[in-house]
């Protein structure tokens, strides 16, 4: 079974800074990783992917994140954080490539300070 | 754009009354997904949908609940007999589209926020 972990429910940064949302994941096969954003009152916003090749990935607005197989991670960063940045982060995993279902993390919050 | 637009947004009922949600892609699509959010807990996987036909489901989505595209184009969620633990936002969602994310990226509606009462 796959499955998710963002280890930190909330994360707060000050505008500027680096910042960055853990994940990790489990499955029995190779890992197709995604992250996703949720502003207030939003759908789930696609940031990025991972399904093969390049271990660092870079998505919208700024955004990139890491695939590291040893420590099954997927952290998502970026570089200098802004206030619009504030949401709800969730990470996501299938392992299969004929099965789309998606597996979420309990996602994180992160909100960056003026 | 988004993918999927979402009716209505927000639905308040009664226990034990039906409910349906609607799913509206804008563009030709072959995958469906619900999904819900119960407030404060993460994204959980209802059911798949690929030629008309259920293609998986979750634990969660029992007899109560059925999905179709009874005009070919809206994707429908139906709970026949809702119950208080229904209360939770709803999420459609499509595989591909112009989003950036390539055919197998799922990109999902704004919701519906369903509140039993």
Redesign the interface.
Known sequence: AQSVAQPEDQVNVAEGNPLTVKCTYSVSGNP?L?W?VQYPN?????L??Y?TGDNLVK??YGFEAEFNKSQTSFHLKKPSALVSDSALY?C?VRDMPD?????????TTVTVRA | EPEVTQTPSHQVTQMGQEVILRCVPISNHLYFYWYRQILGQKVEFLVSFYNNEISEKSEIFDDQFSVERPDGSNFTLKIRSTKLEDSAMYFCAVLGGAGGGGTDTQYFGPGTRLTVL
């Open positions: 197709y995604f996703y939003r759908g789930l916003q696609f990025l992917k399904i998505g919208s969730f996501a099965d789309y279902k998606l597996s979420f993390g309990a996602g």
